[in-house]
């Protein structure tokens, strides 16, 4: 069964840490796998990737992909309350054209 | 360029009830992908939609039917409804072509099932 697993479920940082999340899965016939920022309703992207071992970055947001090892983690350095959303991966399969989500990372940051 | 909308942005139904979800692709895209999203939980596939045909579906059952008009809008229909069809539905668009782009979501509809 293809999925998509996240880690942590929920995360409490004080501005200015440092977070790692994480996303693994099992999806056949890996097309891509994405990034996205939820915080009331609209998932907003925030990286797409495709090949291994290549970092995707945007200010203090940054990204990379194992495809051999099948996860990918979003870092976010310096955080800020602004950072506080619901964190979400999701993969792409060339299998029916289908995307599978992870269930998501709940990130609070306090000031 | 506009983004993705979609239309209305509540609605409350009951049981047994048919509803109809409207969404507007952003300028250019001619993909348009639907997701329902309960509570707590990541989005889950519901289909997709290029070129008017369904492109690829998820795990749902039959009454969950869709249409995609030339201008690239989409509708998601429901019938039926069930307690359980309560969640946000979201509509996804992206363009389909030779290089990967992503989707980008709309705000969404929350449908409520009493």
């Known amino acids: 069964e293809d999925k998509v697993v996240q880690s942590p479920l929920s995360l409490v940082v004080h501005e200015g840490d440092t977070v790692t999340l994480n996303c693994s899965y099992e999806?056949?016939?890996?097309?891509?796998l994405l990034w996205y920022k939820q915080e009331k309703k609209a998932p907003t992207f925030l990286f797409m990737l495709?090949?291994?071992?290549i970092e995707k970055k945007s200010g203090r947001l940054s990204s990379i992909l194992d495809k051999k090892e099948l996860f990918s983690i979003l870092n976010i350095t310096a955080t800020q309350t602004g950072d506080s959303a619901v964190y979400l991966c999701?993969?792409?399969?060339?299998?029916?054209?289908?995307?599978?989500f992870g269930t998501g990372t709940s990130l609070t940051v306090i000031p | 360029e506009t983004g993705v909308t979609q239309s209305p942005t509540h609605l409350i139904k009951t049981r047994g009830q048919q509803v109809t979800l409207r969404c507007s692709s952003q300028?250019?895209?001619?993909?348009v992908s639907w997701y329902q999203q309960a509570l707590g939980q990541g989005p889950q596939f519901i289909f997709q939609?290029?070129?008017?045909?369904?492109?690829g579906r998820g795990n749902f059952p039959p009454r969950f039917s869709g249409l995609q008009f030339p201008n690239y809008s989409s509708e998601l229909n429901v019938n039926a409804l069930e307690l359980d069809d309560s969640a946000l539905y979201l509509c996804?668009?992206?363009?389909?072509?030779?290089?990967?782009?992503?989707?980008?979501f709309g705000p969404g509809t929350r449908l409520l099932v009493l």
């Open positions: 300028s250019g895209h001619n993909t």
């Open positions: 999806v056949t016939n890996f097309r891509s």
């Open positions: 495709t090949s291994s071992g």
């Open positions: 996804a668009s992206s363009p389909q072509g030779w290089r990967r782009e992503a989707q980008y």
């Open positions: 999701a993969v792409e399969s060339n299998t029916g054209n289908q995307f599978y």
């Open positions: 939609y290029y070129r008017e045909e369904e492109n």
